[in-house]
């Protein structure tokens, strides 16, 4: 069963930038759809953004589209979140976790059916 890990938060002021890194212990993220959620204290974990395991679609939530991007970084065998105009609202822990096989615009943004979820990285944008 596949198992995740991520990396790379921090504290970054309003505007900065940081990059996230989704790795996994076992095999390849080819055999995989991957997604990333964040959860922020009281809120329930919502969807980031994923990238289909067929044909490297890419889906987003509205608040983060043209701020974030998703991709597969096939050499280094990760999938990273680049966050860039990073806003206050986007303070939250941010979870990586994977779906066997493909999946599409409906299907990858439905956190039921992932599995492997890390221990999250916490991102800090103070106000």
């Known amino acids: 069963q596949v198992q995740l890990a991520e990396s790379g938060g921090g504290l970054v002021q309003a505007g900065g930038s940081l990059r996230l890194s989704c790795s996994t212990s076992?095999?390849?993220?080819?055999?995989?759809?991957v997604g990333w959620f964040r959860q922020a204290p009281g809120k329930e974990r919502e969807f980031v953004a994923a990238?289909?395991?067929?044909?490297?679609?890419?889906y987003y939530r509205e608040s983060v589209k043209g701020r974030f991007t998703i991709s597969r970084e096939t050499a280094e065998n990760t999938v990273n979140l680049q966050m860039n105009s990073l806003k206050p609202e986007d303070t939250a822990f941010y979870y990586c976790?994977?779906?066997?096989?493909?999946?599409?615009?409906?299907?990858?943004?439905?956190?039921?059916?992932?599995?492997?979820w890390g221990q999250g990285t916490q991102v800090t944008v103070p106000s």
């Open positions: 976790a994977a779906i066997t096989g493909h999946c599409t615009g409906i299907s990858c943004k439905d956190r039921r059916l992932y599995r492997g």
């Open positions: 076992g095999g390849t993220f080819s055999r995989y759809s």
């Open positions: 990238i289909a395991q067929r044909d490297g679609s890419t």
